[in-house]
Structure formats: structure tokens, C-alpha cells
């Protein structure tokens, strides 16, 4: 079973806009994770939030968290056409040890 | 690039067959940790190794098993393969440490079940 949720399921934007990717989880975690995987190839790493953070930023990327709604965003910034992938949060729940559990992903296609 | 390397990139089996797949994690990661990404679905926890015991376990029948060498490569066993089997299959090595450490993740093998 998943975890977590992204809404939307699928994103069209130009080059240029902001993506922003929405996650919600169902229990208490230590950290929050976006990854992103381009055409069901290998998943890239892009970002940690933990439990007791609420915001983070890495280069065009800013994640929030709110723990209170179990849910977290992701925002890209000023989208390339090279940012079209699918986006996944994946939640290390408490006690799991690193055990990650994704939500389904969204598809973002960034339109040149 | 991450590191973690895994074999073969391609597969394809027919039902009842057995397969393994293989992993080698980056250097230093002594923890494994194997996903099931099923087509436009979000990769699914299968388990984990950390120094050569299994670690925890997701929700797979035991026709999944695996192995954790002393090199910390590790491999992924299915028996009896099922059609519902088809799908990418992920390892993911992690520095010692436990929760909280970045997953960094191989390329997949693509199993096809026929």
C-alpha cells in the first residue's frame, strides 16, 4: 500500500511557470523525501525535509512541510523543459528505519 | 550517477519461472533496501538488508527473498513468478546510520512476466 498521495496526478506547464506538486501521508514520520524519475528509469534524489522542519530550499526547489496536515509541497521554479519527469515524495515513517514508502508520483511536462 | 549498479537491465520470464537480480551499492553503504515499481505506480518497499540480515520486510509473500553479501551487494530472489511480477524492480544503498540517511538509487532491472 502507498503512503502518500501527490496531487496532482499530472501537470502541463510552459517553460518558465512554476510546478507546484502536492503530497498528504496517512502517519507520523522522521523526514519527508521528493524524488523524481525520468521515463521509469532510476530515481534521483532531490531533497530531505524533516520532521521538524518546515521549509528547505535547494537551487530552483522549495519544500514545505506541515506535519499538523500530514502534507508536504514542492515547488519548482522557473521550469525547463528539462524538469519533465515524474515527482515522488516518499515518507520514512517512525520506527520503519529508513524504509521509504512512496506516493503514486506526478507526471510534470514542462512544455519549451 | 550514483554508484549503485544492478544487473541485468532487462529481463524477461515466463510464469512459474525463478529470476534473480542484482545489486551492488555504493561504496561504503552497508544497508540495501529493494523496491517494486509496478507501471505508472510509485515504487513499493519490498525489503531491506543491513550487514547481511534481512532488516524489515514490506508486504511480499515469501516468494521474494534476498541475500546480503559480505561486500554489501546484495541479490533479489522471486519463485514462482507471477504475471502481476512485471515491473521495474529498484535497490537503493544507504550510508550506516539508519533513518534519515539519503537513499541512493540503481537504475532498475525491467522484468517482463509472459
Known amino acids: 500500500s502507498q503512503q502518500g498521495e501527490e496531487d496532482p496526478q499530472a501537470l502541463s506547464i510552459q517553460e518558465g511557470e512554476n510546478a507546484t506538486m502536492n503530497c498528504s501521508y496517512k502517519?507520523?514520520?522522521?523526514?519527508l523525501q521528493w524524488y523524481r524519475q525520468n521515463s521509469g528509469r532510476g530515481l534521483v534524489h532531490l531533497i530531505l525535509?524533516?520532521?521538524?522542519?518546515r521549509e528547505k530550499h535547494s537551487g530552483r526547489l522549495r519544500v514545505t512541510l506541515d506535519t499538523s496536515k500530514k502534507s508536504s509541497s514542492l515547488l519548482i521554479t522557473a521550469s525547463r523543459a528539462a524538469d519533465t519527469a515524474s515527482y515522488f515524495c516518499a515518507t520514512d515513517a517512525l520506527g520503519a528505519g529508513n524504509m521509504l514508502t512512496f506516493g503514486g508520483g506526478t507526471r510534470l511536462m514542462v512544455k519549451p | 550517477e550514483t554508484g549503485v549498479t544492478q544487473s541485468p537491465t532487462h529481463l524477461i520470464k515466463t510464469r512459474g519461472q525463478q529470476v534473480t537480480l542484482r545489486c551492488s551499492s555504493q561504496?561504503?553503504?552497508?544497508?540495501v533496501s529493494w523496491y517494486q515499481q509496478a507501471l505508472g505506480q510509485g515504487p513499493q518497499f519490498i525489503f531491506q538488508y543491513y550487514r547481511e540480515e534481512e532488516n524489515g520486510r514490506g508486504n511480499f509473500p515469501p516468494r521474494f527473498s534476498g541475500l546480503q553479501f559480505p561486500n554489501y551487494s546484495s541479490e533479489l530472489n522471486v519463485n514462482a513468478l507471477e504475471l502481476d511480477d512485471s515491473a521495474l524492480y529498484l535497490c537503493?544503498?544507504?550510508?550506516?546510520?539508519?533513518?534519515?540517511?539519503?537513499?541512493?538509487f540503481g537504475p532498475g532491472t525491467r522484468l517482463t512476466v509472459l
Open positions: 525535509i524533516r520532521s521538524n522542519e
Open positions: 537503493a544503498s544507504s550510508l550506516p546510520g539508519g533513518s534519515g540517511n539519503e537513499q541512493f
Open positions: 561504496s561504503g553503504h552497508n544497508t
Open positions: 502517519t507520523s514520520i522522521n523526514n
